[in-house]
């Protein structure tokens, strides 16, 4: 297993419980505190019911209520720059520490009820380097509305190929 993402894991889940401890003023950590906030598994996975469907993502403008996420790609920006969705904005790769401190950068000082969608598409799921530490960073940074694009094999064939709509450049 990569040691940078058992040390990201191991960071959200400490960042998680600080955060429910600067929160609480009481200073104790009721049991019920504990089982509300997910942690990372021991593979880091991201919990299913937090997973987007490409198709749910185009039908979401209808069905939100007229509320709009923020909607930020965490993978690489040459990816980003030949395909993207409309509306989302590049922040970095998640898999790198100068991609994660941008991701801070951008939600900084934001509601932590703020609806946010990550994705990333650089490759097949299971092999994305990007989209888990940056799901457990905004996690452990207390971003309760958090949604993941699941992108089975990659942009171009779970969006692009599927005629979804994609913006160029940046």
Same mark, same amino acid.
Request: hydrophobic share 40%; proline share 6%.
């Given at each position: 297993?990569?040691?940078?993402?058992?040390?990201?894991?191991?960071?959200?889940?400490?960042?998680?419980?600080? @955060?429910?401890?600067?929160?609480?003023?009481?200073?104790?950590?009721?049991?019920?505190?504990?089982?509300?906030?997910?942690?990372? @598994?021991?593979?880091?996975?991201?919990?299913?019911?937090?997973?987007?469907?490409?198709?749910?993502?185009?039908?979401?403008?209808?069905? @939100?209520? #007229?509320?709009?996420?923020?909607?930020?790609?965490? #993978?690489?920006?040459?990816?980003?720059?030949?395909?993207?969705?409309?509306? @989302?904005?590049?922040?970095?790769?998640?898999?790198?520490?100068? #991609?994660?401190?941008?991701?801070?950068? $951008? =939600?900084?000082?934001?509601?932590?009820?703020?609806?946010?969608?990550?994705?990333?598409?650089?490759?097949?799921?299971?092999?994305?380097?990007?989209? $888990?530490?940056?799901?457990?960073?905004?996690?452990?940074?207390?971003?309760?509305?958090? $949604?993941?694009?699941?992108?089975?094999?990659?942009?171009?064939?779970?969006?692009?190929?599927?005629?979804?709509? =994609?913006?160029?450049?940046?």
């Amino acid at each position: 297993m990569n040691k940078y993402f058992l040390r990201y894991s191991f960071a959200a889940c400490l960042l998680a419980i600080l @955060s429910i401890l600067c929160v609480n003023t009481d200073a104790q950590l009721s049991a019920a505190a504990l089982q509300a906030a997910p942690t990372p @598994s021991a593979d880091g996975e991201i919990p299913a019911a937090q997973l987007l469907q490409p198709e749910e993502l185009v039908q979401l403008p209808h069905s @939100s209520g #007229g509320e709009k996420p923020l909607m930020l790609q965490v #993978g690489s920006h040459v990816l980003y720059a030949e395909a993207h969705i409309p509306g @989302s904005e590049y922040v970095g790769a998640g898999g790198q520490d100068t #991609g994660l401190q941008a991701l801070r950068d $951008r =939600v900084k000082g934001m509601k932590s009820n703020q609806f946010l969608i990550i994705y990333c598409g650089c490759c097949p799921w299971n092999k994305c380097p990007n989209i $888990r530490p940056a799901y457990w960073q905004l996690h452990a940074l207390g971003f309760t509305r958090v $949604r993941v694009l699941y992108i089975a094999n990659n942009l171009g064939t779970d969006w692009v190929n599927k005629g979804y709509p =994609v913006a160029k450049g940046r």
